[in-house]
């Protein structure tokens, strides 16, 4: 385990050492603030309009942050940063299961500032935050842990540029087949990733009681689907040979 | 098998399982809390909807705003802006009553098509205006032509309306005229009377209703047909209405013999105990012979049956001491 | 056959990239079998392309070998534990550049299992040793070759290892660095560290090493105690003035000679010689004089791969 995280904080402090990082965030909290003027050009649905903007921009960092993995183990392994790694005794799963724990953290820490973020701006606002909202979020921080481990599976069958291609296709059709393959029992939400299950962007918009029960289940599936991805993963990688 | 692969496939095995169970259960649980998973694939907006229906709702805010106004020209292309929001946020209770609202004139039974889609999405429960227009477009703007059975469906959604906010006089007013058009277009009520214009047609309208409300009063109905069921507005304000209609009825058709009936059913069962005039339908006081009001000769009642002297409560006659027999 | 007091031992080891149908399969390592004993700096020479990093990748397990085996420190190279005795310096070593010096000793320290107090103390030691503690808070990004390096060495020598594998561990040093190096090497030789040395400086090499092997084009084409290998090569000879008709018998077999101004001689003459230079020492007393004489490794070196692509020439 201390190996594991001595990889995942090598990983977490280079992305959050990013000044990039603290930058996007303030845009995008500052985006979702100003949706506050635009109550006359949406007939006073501002308010709904700022709740999911907020989950949809929060949504689209998880994205990247996912999308950013497969350009950081190909840079590392490319670079001679993994060789130095794995030369300890450091196992290529270990190594992998570090670089998704890191990128996971960073990932959380990137959409909880988002949401914590937007939550000041709607408190300023309305003076509340809607249960919802902050559930729809959580939902949105649970996302990056799957996504992630996807990036990760992709950064170490393919070249990094398709790696990151491959896995933007994967997180939308893992979003956008629910209503397909959602009856097909062990292929969807087993073999095939099912992110809609994090999708309650509307709903949380809406302020739809979503049950915390749910919440929990939609993490554990994501550490569950995480687990097997990264299996799978740890099997290729264990066999590729480093440059 | 290497012990390392072996593990491996055991982690997969147990994994994916774990993930396929976990993923059932949560659709099972998302059926509770999302509609939208039923509506489609989804597939362009990748889990996008509600942003994408954002920005297409304020590109349909600002489209009207540039508008002259409804049109024939502009109508179908509204209703196909509205439609696209709408598919993306399916739980838009805003997008039902906007789009329904924009629509209702020119296109009515495009916004009967928005409005009952808007009231019959469960997500949208919190919404009584949504079946209210509804209702109001049926009942007004649609014709017979267009929608033969557009009353009924005006009743059913007004009465949504009822159930969703009971709290407005002028929900139950529509929902009762709308009761009354159906039955002023069937002609003909209960025991072969034949309806006679709007006024006739309520007050038969509110005398059904009544009955249904004593049924639910009286009878032991289960507490689901109590909520779901039919009594929708409260037995006194039925009464209220009623005697109201009566009387301007009385003024209005004093001599159609349908209307008589029809009054004389409703003093004789729901105003049996109110002592009211038979012929202006205004109450009298005990001991009075004739109508205060109209002169009318009335029944009395609150005197002593052995003396005659007014009774003012109490369970002996004021006057020859025996025992209160109310006349 | 597997020896004991060995540190590495290679059998066979073949290493073919490139297994795609449609490209060209490129053999890094044919057939290499070699034993680098116990306590040794062995030094790993040949020229580019000839192997050597394939075979300390594969040594350290980043890469698969196609057929053959490997042990180091008696264990198969996929023995995650057996790492923990090893210090590994890759060719250019590369560390995530927004982590600080101390910061990424750090975590090679945590990979290394140190315990949080020895894990500081030894952090604060080998920066100290490799003279880096003034940017001990510096971004490594930042770095430059040589320092790069340096970090590079002191993150393999963080555990005190039993073998130390360096690839172009000189590359980028200035000859100050080189300098420490060298001495990082001999105390770690002391401390009983076989290290196992892949250069191109040759020089540097003949200082460092007590054993080479030489690779060229995937095959081993010699390996032993660098001493032994060095003497083979033959006798340097004087001649006293006036010692001129022992100098007429041995210019017959002499490779090189030179009448000096006194007018004696200095003959090269080849070590299978050296029963004849006896020969003529004791027919002429006092008037011949000989001493070994000792191939540089840089002779040496050329010598050998050039022998080989001769004989590939030839063969061809």
């Known amino acids: 385990m201390d190996r594991i995280m001595a990889v995942a904080g090598g990983t977490w402090r280079r992305i959050l050492r990013m000044p990039v990082v603290y930058f996007l965030v303030l845009c995008v909290v500052a985006l979702v603030g100003s949706a506050y003027r635009y109550n006359m050009l949406s007939l006073g649905m501002h308010k709904t309009i700022m709740m999911d903007t907020s989950l949809a921009l929060n949504t689209l960092a998880a994205i990247l942050v996912a999308i950013s993995i497969t ?61 919802s909202m902050v559930q729809g979020h959580l939902l949105v921080m649970g996302s990056v842990i799957p996504m992630c481990a996807v990036g990760v599976l992709f950064s170490v069958v393919a070249p990094d540029p398709l790696a990151a291609v491959l896995t933007a296709l994967v997180i939308w059709f893992g979003h956008s087949t629910a209503a397909v393959l959602g009856g097909i029992p062990v292929l969807y939400g087993g073999i095939t990733p099912d992110f809609n299950i994090f999708n309650l962007k509307a709903e949380s918009a809406h302020e739809v009681a979503i049950s915390w029960w749910y919440i929990l289940l939609a993490t554990l599936w994501g550490v569950s689907f995480a687990v097997s991805v990264l299996v799978v993963s740890s099997s290729f990688f264990s066999r590729k040979d480093l440059r | 098998m290497k012990k390392s692969v072996f593990r491996r496939v055991v982690i997969l095995v147990v994994s994916v399982g774990i993930s396929s169970g976990l993923a059932s259960a949560l659709l099972q649980e998302r059926r509770y809390i999302d509609i939208s998973a039923e509506l489609g694939t989804n597939a362009p907006e990748g889990g996008f909807n509600k942003f994408i229906a954002d920005i297409q709702w304020m590109l349909l805010v600002h489209h009207c705003g ?16 509205i439609n696209a929001v709408l ?240 006349k | 056959m597997w020896l004991m007091g060995n540190v590495i031992e290679i059998e066979e080891l073949t290493k073919v990239y490139g297994w795609l149908p449609w490209r060209r399969t490129v053999t890094a390592l044919d057939n290499l079998t070699l034993a680098v004993p116990e306590g040794a700096v062995f030094g790993f020479l040949g020229p580019n392309g000839a192997g050597k990093t394939t075979t300390i990748r594969l040594l350290m397990n980043l890469i698969h070998p196609t057929s053959g085996r490997a042990l180091v420190l008696g264990k198969s190279p996929d023995d995650v534990k057996m790492k923990e005795r090893i210090g590994f310096l890759p060719d250019s070593p590369a560390f995530n550049p927004y982590l600080t010096a101390r910061e990424f000793l750090e975590i090679c320290a945590k990979l290394l299992r140190l ?37 590079g060495i002191a993150q393999a020598i963080l555990n005190h290892p039993d073998l130390l594998i360096l690839d172009e561990p000189l590359v980028g040093l200035d000859p100050h660095g080189r300098q420490e190096l060298e001495e990082i090497i001999f105390r770690q030789e002391e401390e009983g560290t076989s290290v196992f040395f892949c250069s191109h400086i040759l020089s540097d090499v003949e200082k460092i090493c007590d054993h080479i092997g030489i690779l060229s084009e995937g095959h081993l084409i010699c390996n032993g105690p660098i001493k032994k290998l060095l003497s083979e090569t033959g006798l340097n000879v004087a001649v006293v003035p006036g010692g001129d008709d022992a100098a007429t018998k041995l210019l017959l077999d002499a490779t090189s000679s030179e009448r000096r101004e006194d007018g004696g001689w200095d003959l090269v003459l080849p070590i299978d010689a050296a029963a004849r230079v006896g020969s003529v020492m004791k027919a002429h007393p006092g008037q011949v004089s000989q001493l070994p004489l000792f191939e540089t490794l840089e002779e040496f070196f050329f010598r050998k791969v050039g022998r080989l692509e001769e004989k590939e020439g030839r063969g061809a």
């Open chain 3, 115 to 151: 315990s949080p107090d020895r894990r500081r103390s030894r952090v604060e030691e080998v920066l100290e040793v490799v003279g880096m503690s003034a940017h001990a808070n510096s971004k490594l990004g930042g770095f430059s070759r040589g320092m790069t390096q340096r970090i």
């Open chain 2, 66 to 81: 540039t508008l002259q106004g409804v049109n024939e020209g502009n109508v179908d292309d509204l209703y196909r802006r």
């Open chain 1, 71 to 131: 350009f950081e183990i190909p840079r590392e392994l490319r670079s001679g940063v993994a060789t130095t790694l794995l030369a300890k005794p450091l196992g290529r799963t270990q190594y992998l299961v570090g670089k998704l724990v890191g990128i996971s953290i960073a990932g959380l820490v990137i959409t909880g500032m988002i949401g914590v973020g937007f939550c000041l701006v709607f408190i300023t606002a309305f003076d509340r935050v809607a249960m």
């Open chain 2, 87 to 326: 598919k993306n946020d399916p739980d838009f209770t805003e997008g039902y009553y906007f789009g329904g609202l924009l629509l209702s004139v020119k296109a009515p039974l495009k916004s009967v098509d928005i409005l009952t889609r808007g009231a019959n999405n469960e997500h949208c429960a919190s919404s009584w205006n949504i079946p209210f227009l509804a209702g109001y477009v049926l009942a007004n703007l649609v014709t017979d032509e267009q929608m033969p059975d557009r009353l009924e469906r005006a009743e059913r959604m007004f009465a949504l309306a009822i159930r969703r906010q009971s709290g407005f006089p002028f929900v139950r007013s529509a929902y009762l005229r709308a009761k009354a058009k159906r039955l002023e277009k069937d002609g003909k009520w209960r025991n072969g009377i034949v309806v006679r214009g709007d006024y006739h047609a309520f007050l038969c309208s509110c005398y059904d209703e009544w009955l249904k409300t004593r049924a639910m009063q009286t009878t032991h109905a289960t507490p689901a047909a109590r909520v779901g069921g039919s009594s929708l507005i409260a037995g006194a304000e039925l009464k209220e209405r009623m005697l109201a209609v009566s009387q301007q009825l009385k003024i209005e058709m004093p001599r159609n013999k349908d209307v008589r009936r029809t009054i004389n059913m409703v003093v004789e069962k729901v105003f049996a105990n109110e002592h009211l005039c038979p012929e202006c339908l205004l109450p009298y006081g005990p001991g009075d012979k004739y109508c205060s009001h109209c002169g009318h000769s009335v029944k009395m009642y609150g005197v002593c049956s052995y003396c005659g002297a007014l009774l003012h409560g109490g369970d002996y006659c004021p006057k020859c001491g025996r025992p209160v027999k109310v």
